[in-house]
């Protein structure tokens, strides 16, 4: 987990409940978190930090860009930055195209920190 303390971070998790807790939490583990609180503004934050995110943490379903279609435009234009989604449901269409875009792994919510912090760990590896 000390590895961690140098990996920038972009969350992408449209509930603010929820992100706040994801940035308290993740926050004391990763030098940086960044958030995001849909698949427009996180593609944004990509564009003008692309050098300074090493890995992308990204919910589903939500406003404006879900985060599959976030992931597909930037596998699009070559980003292969590592990617985990966040979802309460295991919805089978959007797994398939997860895996087809190279998304390296998905977590079923409630978040578990600890779960998310070693797939997290088996992305950057």
């Known amino acids: ?3 961690l303390k140098n990996v920038t971070l972009l969350f992408v998790e449209d509930d603010k409940s929820l992100r ?3 940035i308290s939490t993740l926050g004391k583990i990763f030098k940086e978190v960044i958030p995001a609180e ?3 503004e996180a593609y944004n ?3 003008r930090r692309m050098n300074e995110i090493d890995i992308i943490v990204s919910d589903i379903n939500m406003p404006k860009m879900t985060g599959t279609d976030f992931l597909v435009k930037i596998r699009g234009e070559g980003c292969d930055k590592p990617f ?3 979802t309460a449901h295991t ?3 959007k797994m398939d195209i997860a ?3 190279k998304a390296d792994n998905y977590i079923v919510k409630p978040l578990n920190i600890k779960v998310l912090i070693e797939e ?3 992305a950057l590896e």
Do not use: N, S
Request: hydrophobic residues 45%; without cysteine.
């Open 1 to 3: 987990m000390e590895k």
């Open 20 to 22: 706040d807790v994801g």
């Open 38 to 40: 849909d698949g427009v």
């Open 45 to 47: 934050i990509l564009q």
């Open 84 to 86: 985990i989604f966040m």
């Open 91 to 93: 919805e089978k269409d």
């Open 99 to 101: 895996i087809a875009h």
């Open 120 to 122: 997290i760990e088996d």
